[in-house]
């Protein structure tokens, strides 16, 4: 693979805020984070075109308690 075809897919590769799943420990209580689920079964939240924007929307973002910047080709959101 040459530069401009590493500078094509570098362009193309993008970022997701993921969320994880809700949970709760017993059938009653608050719903919690599920950190330790699969990233298979997060939210996808919002995409962006870079990290930095990613992450500057997660650190704002306080309702999306424990949500994560995941890069668009992470082998995690593969499906099994």
């Not at 075109?49 to 424990?66: P, Y």
């Amino acid at each position: 693979m040459n530069l401009r075809h590493t500078a094509v897919a570098l362009a193309l590769m993008g970022w997701y805020l993921m969320a994880p799943p809700q949970t709760r420990t017993w059938w009653i209580g608050p719903p919690r984070a599920d950190n330790a689920a699969p990233l298979t079964r997060w939210a996808n939240q919002q995409s962006f075109d870079n990290a930095e924007k990613c992450e500057a929307a997660r650190l704002v973002t306080q309702v999306q308690a424990g949500a994560v910047c995941v890069s668009t080709d992470d082998p995690r959101l593969k499906a099994f």
